[in-house]
């Protein structure tokens, strides 16, 4: 039976720790012993969001600071990445699938999709101005339940 | 992220070890485009057999890479995708663009046989 537990961490906007947020929130889901599809939806879609926030938010200032955080609770993971930069004027624009900002620096336009498809759930709130935070969620072994 | 890039005739292969995402990609794109300036270079073949991570923002630079090859006439191709690099590539629909094979000889060997 796993204990529900949390996780707080923050860090610099620095591109080296997209490797390094989501290898921590991979280590933390473990506990609750999701399958390796599940760790490697969960990593890329913390990779979506925290590459955001860097790009996006934060429009590659190093300075900016990513709060990421995540709580357990029984099966299901949670996961908040904020950060407070220039925010998104129109979230349903930002969430649709191919558009993106940047196409310059060979945006895809495709990171809340991912987001979107990886995870069961996502909310996004933005402030111009202030900054965005991302909420996800994922209930692991799910779709075996499902089945049973 | 570790790459070797080696020319096969008119075709640049891309070899990588490790995680595909915004902070790899930036320098990988750089050190392709370089050799996508010689003028032997027609085509460029992606080989993802040591990838175990890809996120939008390699699928990013791989599109982009696709895009710059196609001005010149050239093709670009992948191959030896793990099922979490697979995932990322059919989601994003890549695999309309791009043509995957399980190794890399099967992708010379298509590419060559149809332009020879």
């Known amino acids: 039976m796993s204990m529900d537990n949390y996780l707080k961490l923050e860090i610099p906007a620095k591109s080296r720790n997209e490797a390094f947020a989501r290898v921590v929130v991979a280590a933390f889901a473990a506990q609750a012993d999701p399958t390796i599809d599940e760790i490697s939806d969960v990593k890329t879609a913390v990779s979506e969001a925290v590459t955001n926030a860097i790009i996006h938010g934060y429009e590659n200032n190093t300075s900016g600071t990513i709060v990421l955080s995540a709580t357990l609770a029984g099966k299901r993971l949670e996961i908040t990445v904020v950060d407070y930069g220039v925010g998104i004027a129109d979230v349903e624009q930002a969430r649709q699938a191919l558009y993106t900002s940047k196409p310059e620096l060979e945006r895809s336009g495709m990171g809340f999709t991912i987001m979107e498809n990886f995870m069961d759930e996502i909310s996004v709130v933005s402030k111009p101005g202030q900054g965005t935070t991302v909420t996800m969620a994922k209930v692991f072994g799910r779709y075996n339940a499902e089945q049973a | ?116």
């Open chain 2, 1 to 116: 992220m570790q790459v070797k890039l080696k020319a096969k005739g008119d075709t640049l292969v891309v070899q990588m070890r490790g995680e595909l995402d915004h902070h790899a990609a930036g320098s990988l794109r750089t050190e392709i485009d370089a050799r996508l300036a010689e003028a032997k270079i027609k085509n460029v073949l992606f080989n993802f057999h040591d990838v175990d991570f890809m996120d939008s923002s390699g699928f990013g630079m791989v599109l982009g890479r696709y895009k710059a090859v196609r001005e010149k006439g050239g093709k670009v191709l992948a191959c030896s995708l793990r099922p979490p690099v697979r995932r990322v590539f059919e989601l994003s629909g890549l695999t309309t663009r791009i043509p995957v094979f399980g190794t890399e000889k099967e992708a010379l060997d298509n590419l060559w046989g149809e332009s020879g």
